[in-house]
């Protein structure tokens, strides 16, 4: 599978679990990081929790395991590294408050279709 792909999967797992404004930035261009941001929000800690696993699991199981992650389950910013893709799952306070989106403006928003 393609980077693009592994980040439908990714995407996917995370609308199963109600994630929030699940953005994606195609970083290819502007940086040698990753291929992929991707980027969403949960309302609770349970559903944050959720959204990790549901990621690691569909992740796992299309054949890309996670290189590391960060945060437990108190957290309310977990970072996922799988390489050529990196998703940041937030409470919606973190979010606005880190506001990744802004740091990476010079990267490229795409939508599922466009991958």
Same mark, same amino acid.
């Given at each position: 599978?393609?980077? &693009?792909? $592994?980040?439908?999967? %990714?995407? &996917?797992? !995370?609308?199963?679990?109600? &994630?929030?404004? *699940?953005?994606?930035?195609?970083?290819?261009? =502007?940086?040698?990081?990753?291929?992929? $941001?991707?980027? /969403?929000?949960?309302?609770? +800690?349970? +559903?944050?929790?959720?959204?990790?696993? %549901?990621?690691?699991?569909?992740?796992?199981? /299309?054949? !890309?395991? %996670?290189?590391? =992650?960060?945060?437990? %389950?108190?957290?309310?910013?977990? !970072?996922?590294?799988?390489?050529?893709?990196?998703?940041?799952?937030?409470?919606?306070?973190?979010? !606005? $408050?880190?506001?990744?989106?802004?740091?990476?403006?010079?990267?490229?928003? *795409?939508?599922?279709?466009?991958?």
């Amino acid at each position: 599978m393609t980077s &693009a792909e $592994f980040c439908k999967t %990714a995407v &996917a797992a !995370l609308e199963d679990r109600k &994630a929030e404004d *699940v953005t994606i930035i195609d970083i290819r261009e =502007v940086s040698t990081v990753a291929d992929y $941001f991707i980027i /969403a929000n949960g309302t609770n +800690q349970n +559903q944050i929790q959720a959204m990790r696993d %549901a990621c690691d699991e569909a992740l796992h199981k /299309a054949g !890309l395991p %996670a290189r590391q =992650v960060e945060g437990n %389950a108190n957290s309310t910013w977990i !970072l996922m590294d799988y390489n050529d893709i990196i998703i940041h799952i937030f409470s919606k306070e973190d979010r !606005l $408050f880190y506001d990744l989106e802004r740091i990476w403006r010079d990267g490229k928003r *795409v939508t599922l279709e466009e991958l």
